[in-house]
């Protein structure tokens, strides 16, 4: 089978308690948004920054794109290897002065309806998290967070990087909050563990 041969070719790419997917499943908690709309849709910006920003879709989908190709790590088992995604990183919004941040920023909320999720400053400006726009060449989809998501992923040849599990990413990202402590996102409010380290096997918090 084409993923067994990939996984005994890749033997240190599979994090512990992982198993080799072909494809990218669907999934969140609730359901899929309906009636987003670019025109209204807004990225805000907020907390330890010198001023909160709103930017629009067209402001937004303006700012340059790279490319990003990301083994996924779901905290429910599954991976996806080699994964193309394009958006804009944090790190290009801050070097652009788009976002200026105060001393104080240490960690970001990432905001979706419904859903957030919290990580260090350093892993949301890291190569390996992206705010992404593109999957496979095209526009995301609806059900993988259109318009815009937040992803992380591991480099395998980059091993210096934190790798997280996947729900370390919003979908349908609409807001980035900069904290000096860290705030509890949606699942990790619910138990799972916040570092969320991969090959740590970080799935729930030590006191579950
Ligand atoms: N807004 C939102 N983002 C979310 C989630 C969610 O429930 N809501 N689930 C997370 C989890 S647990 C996973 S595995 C991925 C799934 O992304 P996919 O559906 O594109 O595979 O989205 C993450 N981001
Ligand atoms: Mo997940």
């Not at 937004?60 to 599954?78: I, N, Q, S, Y």
């Not at 496979?136 to 790798?163: S, V």
Request: aromatic letters at 10%.
């Amino acid at each position: 089978m084409v993923e067994e041969n990939k996984q005994l070719a890749n033997e240190d790419r599979l994090p512990p308690g992982q198993k080799l997917l072909d494809k990218l499943p669907v999934l969140q908690y609730g359901g899929i948004p309906q009636g987003i709309d670019l025109e209204s849709w807004r990225l805000r910006i907020w907390g330890c920054v010198k001023a909160p920003v709103s930017l629009t879709w067209k402001e937004f989908d303006a700012l340059p794109k790279v490319e990003r190709t990301l083994d996924l790590h779901c905290v429910t088992r599954w991976s996806n290897y080699d994964t193309h995604w394009s958006g804009v990183t944090l790190q290009s919004m801050l070097e652009a002065g788009v976002i200026e941040l105060l001393p104080n920023a240490n960690y970001v909320v990432q905001h979706a309806a419904g859903y957030s999720t919290s990580l260090p400053l350093a892993q949301m400006t890291a190569e390996n998290f992206l705010l992404a726009t593109h999957y496979e060449g095209e526009r995301i989809t609806l059900e993988h967070g259109w318009p815009l998501r937040g992803l992380t992923g591991a480099m395998p040849d980059q091993a210096h990087h934190k790798d997280v599990y996947l729900w370390k990413g919003a979908k349908w990202l609409n807001g980035l909050e900069f904290t000096e402590a860290d705030k509890l996102g949606f699942w990790e409010r619910s138990g799972y563990h916040n570092e969320a380290d991969v090959w740590k096997e970080q799935r729930f918090a030590e006191n579950l």
